[in-house]
């Protein structure tokens, strides 16, 4: 017997959302191959007109040109709005500034700030002796640079090297106070999480949009792995899903496309407005749910005359 679904979430035939907005999120490819994908990605999503796209930076700033050519193009070549991560990691005051300035003169008015990973090996994060130790001085180096917008992280379950969760939302506290715009979660799958993280958010004095992270799972296996390294949790019901899937792409889609679009679909009746899609370089799951969530490209009005 099943149990009936709780009034506050909509099925699945329930009216489109009105008013949805969307940013979506890219890496900078390393061939030329993976620069075709995600330059067929990028043009596969433009028509659909996301508030911006944002284009991630490496561990230790290993994608660091990579990004800014990404960044450079996408200004150059498409209609869209443009957003680069940059991160505390493996540089100084003076060259994170010269980074921020180069896409200022470019025309790059968007940075998501953010502390970054260690590189491999390295056993931690350790602060570059001379650079910005956090997010939070990191964002308030950039506001003296420049009037950027900036996108900060949010984490609903806690990043996984604070050392508690009020610790964690107090530091996201600091980054919004030094002049963040908003706030972009991890990825999470149960609602559930976001909401109560949200409870917690509006409590502590955060009035900045907090947008939900969503990531389309395309590979079960791949996502159970890294969510124990970033401590998002994964449920125990999403393997049930993916169960005996491995050998058969194209079903994995389907469920992947119905999972990411049912939650989608229920914050959405919560009056969540902005959504941000962790694309992985991948157009159409994303292109998809949001075709479900009701944002489309502008219909062609030409009247056809015979």
């Known amino acids: 017997m099943s149990l009936p679904r709780p009034l506050d979430e909509p099925a699945i035939a329930a009216p489109v959302p009105s008013g949805i907005k969307v940013s979506f999120e890219f890496f900078p490819p390393k061939t030329e191959k993976m620069q075709q994908s995600l330059w067929d990605c990028v043009k596969r999503l433009e028509p659909l007109a996301p508030r911006f796209v944002s284009v991630t930076y490496g561990a230790g700033g290993s994608t660091r040109e990579r990004t800014h050519e990404t960044v450079a193009r996408i200004r150059r070549e498409t209609n869209l709005e443009p957003a680069a991560h940059l991160t505390c990691v493996g540089a100084s005051k003076a060259e994170i500034d010269e980074v921020a300035q180069r896409y200022w003169d470019e025309g790059i008015r968007h940075i998501v700030a953010l502390r970054g990973d260690a590189p491999e090996g390295q056993g931690g994060y350790r602060p570059h002796p001379d650079g910005y130790a956090y997010a939070a001085d990191l964002v308030e180096g950039l506001k003296r640079l420049h009037d950027f917008e900036i996108s900060v992280a949010a984490y609903p379950e806690a990043h996984p090297d604070a050392p508690s969760a009020q610790f964690d939302l107090d530091n996201l506290k ?88 049912e939650q989608c679909r229920t914050l959405a009746a919560d009056g969540v407005e902005h959504f941000h899609f962790y694309t992985l370089n991948r157009a159409d799951l994303a292109f998809a749910i949001c075709h479900i969530l009701g944002v489309r490209a502008p219909r062609d009005t030409a009247v056809q005359t015979a």
């Open 174 to 261: 600091r980054k919004i106070d030094a002049g963040a715009t908003r706030a972009i979660t991890q990825y999470f799958f149960d609602v559930d999480v976001y909401r109560r993280f949200m409870d917690r958010v509006l409590a502590a004095g955060i009035t900045v949009p907090v947008v939900p992270g969503i990531l389309p799972v395309t590979n079960f296996a791949q996502v159970v792995k890294f969510s124990k390294v970033c401590g998002a949790t994964v449920p125990s019901w999403m393997g049930t899903l993916f169960e005996g899937l491995d050998d058969d792409p194209e079903t994995r889609k389907l469920v992947a496309a119905t999972l990411a679009m």
